[in-house]
T-cell receptor, first 114, second 110 residues
Framework: GAVVSQHPSRVICKSGTSVKIECRSL??????MFWYRQFPKQSLMLMAT?????????EQGVEKDKFLINHASLTLSTLTVTSAHPEDSSFYICSATDSHTEAFFGQGTRLTVV | DAKTTQPPSMDCAEGRAANLPCNHSTISGNEYVYWYRQIHSQGPQYIIH???NNETNEMASLIITEDRKSSTLILPHATLRDTAVYYC???????????FGTGTRLTIIP
């Protein structure tokens, strides 16, 4: 299947700082990317939908000013967690699709805010 | 909200077939049945999808009932590496905004 790569796989940051997570589609052009968050022992929760060249659409309850999403090209979307706090510690996962096939997921980024 | 119901957990002996059920009684005519799995601390992995006919690929088989209200994912010869949480999702094809339920935690027993 297609390859979606996330970076970094793990990050630890201090409370109040910002963290950027990258999601890349390596062998296809991703017209749409999705960002999910997963807390321990829970399922994936969709945070936002990102379309190349336009503003992201956020799910209800997700703060757009805290979770900045940029989808500047057909192969890259970034999620920036601004002013991170310990409650933002979670497993962040992206998926990508070219709208003709099923979605492919990145390997996830485990964020720990201390 | 997830439109599927799955048992929370199942065990299967290594080498045997693992049969994972899923109920989706409110599925719409344009919605496909997708299966993904998530191995611990990794992103979900696509397994298979289907509309109304049974499907088979190198990973698994998908059996969908004639009324489309339920389906079964079959892993023909389960290995220890198949231990994961398996998610059954119904979604219109081409809309890859997936809503994950709680899934089934499948444990393969040596």
């Amino acid at each position: 299947g297609a390859v979606v790569s996330q970076h970094p796989s793990r990050v630890i940051c201090k409370s109040g700082t910002s963290v950027k997570i990258e999601c890349r589609s390596l062998d296809f052009q991703a017209t749409t990317m999705f960002w999910y968050r997963q807390f321990p022992k829970q399922s994936l929760m969709l945070m936002a939908t990102s379309n190349e060249g336009s503003k992201a659409t956020y799910e209800q309850g997700v703060e757009k000013d805290k979770f900045l999403i940029n989808h500047a090209s057909l192969t890259l979307s970034t999620l920036t967690v601004t002013s991170a706090h310990p409650e933002d510690s979670s497993f962040y996962i992206c998926s990508a699709t070219d709208s003709h096939t099923e979605a492919f997921f990145g390997q996830g980024t485990r964020l720990t805010v201390v | 909200d997830a439109k599927t119901t799955q048992p929370p957990s199942m065990d299967c002996a290594e080498g045997r077939a693992a049969n994972l059920p899923c109920n989706h009684s409110t599925i719409s005519g344009n919605e496909y049945v997708y299966w993904y799995r998530q191995i611990h601390s990794q992103g979900p992995q696509y397994i298979i999808h289907g509309l109304k006919n049974n499907e088979t690929n190198e990973m698994a088989s998908l059996i969908i009932t004639e009324d489309r209200k339920s389906s079964t994912l079959i892993l023909p010869h389960a290995t220890l590496r198949d231990t994961a949480v398996y998610y059954c999702i119904v979604n219109p094809f081409g809309n890859e905004k997936l809503t994950f339920g709680t899934g089934t935690r499948l444990t393969i027993i040596p």
